[in-house]
């Protein structure tokens, strides 16, 4: 499901960009906007890595 919201916040930037092309907003909301799919970009992979590290520490330990 991660992985699917990464894509999904990618595809909505890619819209972004056409938006700001198209002239439909300002520079500025552009700028606004793409900061927060990038923060959240940024969220999602640090938590996918947390729980890809959680998840083998789990499983070695489970192991011994």
């Known amino acids: 499901y991660l992985y699917i919201s ?3 916040a990618g595809e909505t930037k890619d819209h ?3 938006a700001l092309d ?12 793409e900061r927060m799919i990038d923060e959240l970009l940024n969220k ?3 938590f ?5 590290k959680s998840r083998r520490k ?3 330990e489970g192991v011994k």
């Not at 907003?25 to 906007?33: C, D, L, S, V």
């Open 58 to 60: 789990g499983f070695k």
């Open 6 to 8: 990464r894509g999904s």
């Open 48 to 52: 996918i890595r947390y729980l890809s």
């Open 16 to 18: 972004l960009y056409q």
């Open 22 to 33: 198209r002239e439909y907003i300002t520079k500025e909301q552009f700028a606004e906007i």
């Open 44 to 46: 999602l992979a640090n």
